[in-house]
């Protein structure tokens, strides 16, 4: 028995039915998914996977990338997705970590990743659907007998950055996925008549298990879309019925002149989440379209914990209740003692939806979790009379720009070690299209004359482009407590508005 895949195929339509419509290469049939799964799960095998092992994929999204996913899934190997923006130095330390039994990846990075993991298989695949992985598949049977796995074997790996500097590996597993696929299918209403636009990447939580098993698990379809363009989203919701995307959606589609009332009629559900929706942007879109978003809250860690109601008020600046099957507490940060509602205070879930721990971090996995289960967030919020949820801070000081999680410390580090930097905080301010914005506030050394660009411009090397700061200020000292921390809040307070008029 495949744990996960098992209960997709229980919940599969007939063969003919359309699982993904594709602008370039037409529409992909459930029929063609277990094929096309069934052929690169053979290439895996071929390739030398077993399993256990794990897969590294940093691709650009395309079908057959959500197909390797699969395939991974039906030959009991773990997924490890990366983001397409990370660089060669940033990849060295998950290469390190993972030790990856096979690499895929595109073309272009092929030869410096060879270098870099020399003892993987590597292989690649590109923004068309081409390259060798696809190649060693092709010949290959269209069926597959899945790799038994139970719902504690592990699925995936998914990074998460630490304040520390060090990634680490959430461990997620068959029944961390297939349970949380469950309860958004019935708590959202999905079923095989829907179709959604799937405009998120696929190397997150958000868009490959939140969006593509929500919609294996119904049986339903996507209008798959290789990137966010609110055009072409705008121009889909006449065929679609649900839309997920992060503020930034909202944002840009807000944008339009086209969307009305009349352009959304068809569409049942808009969902938000990966970052704070603005209020503005709720009240907005509602009055534009007649649609309430519904806003919800998930982690790399949890998957999904709570949701504003599909039937009820949706309420903004709120994430709902917990799930089914999600208990949630908020709890004294330095006491761990429960809260009463209303207070603020670090929030804690425990379900089926929660990860197993950090991968080859035993001591940090003990860190984060409770003795009865719990697992601590490091988000700050509360629970109000009603039971919805509303996160008010993070801890650890996270950074959330465009729906991707940016931590300080990463960034600090980066700067601090630049010639001429004395040392730098790094924070997020309010932005109007990204949500937050990564913002470093800079102290130069004595005789240093630095520029915004020579900041940078050598950041750009090592940092993926969402972690780069988009403005670069800089002060003659950085506010501090008695007993020397760097106050952030401070920092934020006074450069609240930097970006108001963007």
């Known amino acids: 028995m495949n744990h996960l895949f098992d209960q997709l195929r229980a919940r599969m339509p007939e063969p003919g039915r359309p699982f993904m419509e594709t602008q370039a290469r037409g529409t992909l049939s459930y029929a063609d998914m277990l094929a096309g799964s069934a ?11 077993v399993p256990g092992d794990r897969v590294a994929v940093q691709v650009e999204k395309s079908p057959e990338a959500i197909l390797l996913y ?4 039906r030959a009991g190997a773990i997924f490890l997705p990366l983001n397409t923006g990370y ?5 060295t ?33 590109d923004a068309h659907g081409e390259g060798s992985l696809i190649r060693r598949a092709g010949h290959m049977p269209s069926d597959y007998a899945d790799v038994g796995r139970g719902p ?5 790996i998914l990074y998460t950055s630490g ?104 569409m049942r559900l808009f969902v938000s989440g990966s970052a704070p929706l603005l209020a503005d942007t709720h009240a907005e879109w509602r009055d534009r379209t007649g649609h309430a978003i519904l806003e919800r809250y998930g982690m ?17 600046g709120t994430v709902g209740p917990p799930l089914p099957g999600v208990a949630l507490r908020v709890t004294d940060p330095e006491t761990a003692a429960p809260l009463a509602d209303g207070e603020i205070g670090m929030i804690e879930v425990r379900g089926a939806n929660v990860f197993s721990g950090y991968w080859r971090m035993p001591e940090k996995t003990l860190a984060e979790f409770r003795d009865d289960g719990f697992f601590i967030t490091g988000d700050l919020g509360r629970i109000d009379a009603q039971g919805y949820v509303s996160i008010v801070g993070r801890g ?6 465009g729906g991707f999680n940016v931590y300080p410390k990463e960034v600090e580090t980066a700067i601090d070690e630049l010639t001429g930097v004395a040392e730098s905080a790094v924070i997020g301010l309010p932005h109007p299209d990204f949500g937050e914005a990564v913002t470093a506030v800079v102290v130069l050394q004595e005789g240093a004359d630095l520029t915004e660009a020579d900041i940078c411009t050598p950041l750009a090397a090592n940092l993926a482009r969402y972690k780069q700061p988009k403005r670069v200020i800089f002060v003659d000292e950085l506010p501090r407590n008695t007993m020397g921390k760097v106050q952030k809040n401070l920092l934020r307070d006074r450069l609240a508005g930097l970006y108001a008029g963007e």
Not at 396 to 401: A, E, G, M, Q
């Open 39 to 49: 052929r690169l799960a053979h290439a895996l095998t071929e390739a030398g996977v």
């Open 70 to 73: 699969l395939a991974c899934v």
């Open 300 to 316: 790399t860690e949890t998957n999904m914990n709570t949701s504003n109601p599909y039937d009820g008020e949706r309420i903004a």
């Open 152 to 156: 504690d074997d592990l699925a995936a």
């Open 87 to 91: 660089t060669l130095t940033e990849l």
């Open 93 to 125: 330390y998950f290469f390190g970590d993972a030790e990856p039994r096979l690499i895929v990846c595109t073309p272009e990075m092929a030869t410096d990743i060879r270098s870099t993991a020399p003892t993987a298989v590597v292989e690649t695949l």
């Open 163 to 266: 304040t520390t500097g060090r990634s680490k590996g959430a461990m997620l597993s068959h029944e961390n996925l297939a349970s949380n696929a469950r309860t958004l299918v019935e708590a959202w209403r999905f079923t095989g008549n829907d179709v959604l636009i799937h405009a998120l990447p696929v190397f997150h939580t958000h868009g490959l298990f939140v969006a593509t098993n929500t919609i294996l698990f119904a049986g339903a379809s996507m209008i798959f879309q290789s990137r966010f363009d609110a055009g072409d989203v705008l121009a889909a919701m006449p065929r679609a019925t649900c839309l997920m995307g992060v503020p930034t959606f909202y944002v840009r589609l807000l944008q339009q002149p086209g969307l009305t009332r009349e352009a959304t009629a068809h």
């Open 396 to 401: 650890k000081d996270l950074v959330i720009s």
